[in-house]
């Protein structure tokens, strides 16, 4: 039996050092974000809907998506998920595949009981790498159950995790559908479509454009999709509206920043950024009630000094 290796200037055992490190790191966030925080005003408020049409969707929306929760009872369903990360050297320089890493998983929910996961397969591959070689695979997992009450399914695979009418000033991205969201984007109604259910029904679907009030990494731009009859959102595909410039947000959050950096080794990992490039969500209605999560994609690119990293995580 081994015992946990023990920093001799702190006394904190490894794993007690890097929870230290996270909960710092969270703090820092917290205290990032309250800076930035907008409170909403009555003025704010009155010029965020760009038309009533827009307001009255954007309010129902966000009612609906807490009222379906309490009517789903169970679902079964097979889950796939896939990480594909590319590398690539200098501004013209070939991108090649670095990683990929697949798994399917059979998901059974139900209300009161939990989730049950079956992983029926998994692989993953580093091309690049020495064949066979399997290296950090427990950290490429996904999640892989595709629903349950209050998970916030619009901006999952970017941190936020679960669906409420709070103002959400914990996430890594702002919610356009949170309570006091006004205070940060602008809506504005955009096409329609109709379509016929299997029973003769008729339904509509009606888009709501999204804009941030000013370009910021954690503030989306894009276009909702809601059923107009339940204002369940059914398609969303947007991107943040500014890409996240890694050293100028480590010096915002952190005082000491980069500092202790040396300057040989600076070259080499500056300029670093992380741009989130496409994000969609789309929905199945089922049993002509339910909207629920088909598919969801993120598509984006990683730089770090000379090496760029295209990347792509896709759940169906």
Do not use: C
Request: proline content about 6%.
């Amino acid at each position: 039996m081994t015992t946990p290796a023990t920093r001799p200037d702190t006394g904190l055992t490894a794993h007690d050092s890097i929870e230290a490190r996270i909960d710092e790191d969270s703090v820092r966030f917290a205290r990032w974000r309250a800076a930035r925080r907008i409170a909403l005003t009555p003025e704010l408020e009155a010029n965020a809907y760009r038309d009533p049409r827009a307001r009255e969707l954007v309010l129902r929306a966000r009612k609906a998506r807490l009222i379906q929760d309490s009517t789903l009872v169970a679902y079964d369903a097979m889950a796939h998920e896939r990480l594909t990360v590319g590398l690539g050297i200098g501004s013209i320089g070939r991108e090649k595949l670095f990683m990929r890493n697949e798994t399917a998983s059979h998901v059974r929910w139900r209300r009161g009981h939990g989730a049950v996961v079956d992983v029926v397969g998994a692989r993953s591959a580093f091309p690049m790498l020495t064949p066979g070689v399997h290296v950090m695979t427990d950290m490429l997992h996904i999640d892989a159950i595709p629903y349950y009450p209050g998970r916030e399914n619009l901006l999952r695979l970017l941190g936020v995790n679960r669906a409420n009418d709070r103002e959400n000033n914990e996430d890594v991205l702002i919610n356009p559908l949170a309570s006091g969201s006004e205070a940060y984007y602008r809506y504005q109604t955009g096409d329609s479509v109709s379509f016929l259910l299997p029973d003769g029904t008729k339904g509509r679907l009606r888009e709501v454009k999204v804009e941030a009030r000013a370009p910021r990494f954690d503030l989306i731009v894009g276009s909702l999709w809601f059923d107009v009859n339940t204002a369940q959102l059914v398609r969303a595909v947007y991107r943040p509206s500014q890409p996240l410039d890694v050293v100028k947000f480590v010096e915002a959050t952190d005082d000491e920043g980069f500092e202790d950096v040396p300057k040989l080794v600076r070259p080499m990992i500056f300029p670093m950024s992380f741009d989130v490039t496409a994000l969609t969500v789309e929905y199945d209605l089922h049993e002509q009630r339910w909207w629920l999560p088909r598919l969801e994609t993120v598509e984006g690119r990683m730089r770090v000094g000379i090496m760029r990293a295209p990347f792509s995580v896709e759940q169906s």
